[in-house]
């Protein structure tokens, strides 16, 4: 069955906040392949908060994860991110069409800092799969 129309629009709940350390920043380089830096976050690191603002949204709007595929992500910055920095993702539905039995869903995510300052904002398109036949 499709997704609803109505989602576009919709902006879901602030996640949990989320501190930012050095150990973090090491895992995550060592993870993806990133250059580490004790300071400054790899500009892919956002992902950590609009993933789990992702992960809320589908549970919210109940779409099994295994029907979906990322299909693009973009990050567009206010400043780096750093250690010490508090985050929270807050995920909006910017579109979302259907295109041969799939949805295609393009969300933003508002990463802003423990002031409520706006950090980055993420893009992502997820391809949720239609039902097989």
């Known amino acids: 069955m499709p997704i609803d ?3 576009v629009g919709r902006e879901f709940p602030p996640t949990s906040p989320y501190e930012v350390s050095a150990g973090k920043l ?3 380089a060592d993870a993806t392949g990133a250059t580490y830096d004790a300071e400054v976050a790899p500009p892919t690191f956002p992902i950590t908060v609009a993933f789990a603002a ?3 949204f589908l549970a919210d709007v109940q779409v099994d994860l ?3 595929v990322h299909g693009e992500q973009r990050f567009a910055y206010e400043r780096p991110v750093r ?4 985050l929270t993702a807050t995920l909006k539905v910017d579109t979302l069409r259907q295109i041969g039995g799939n949805d295609i869903i393009g969300t933003s995510s508002a990463v ?3 002031d409520g300052a706006l950090v980055c904002t993420t893009r992502a398109t997820l391809i949720h799969r239609g039902e097989e036949s």
């Open 5 to 7: 129309q109505s989602l």
């Open 26 to 28: 090491r895992e995550f």
């Open 54 to 56: 992702m992960n809320d």
């Open 66 to 68: 295994f029907r979906i």
């Open 83 to 86: 250690v010490g920095d508090v």
């Open 112 to 114: 802003t800092d423990a």
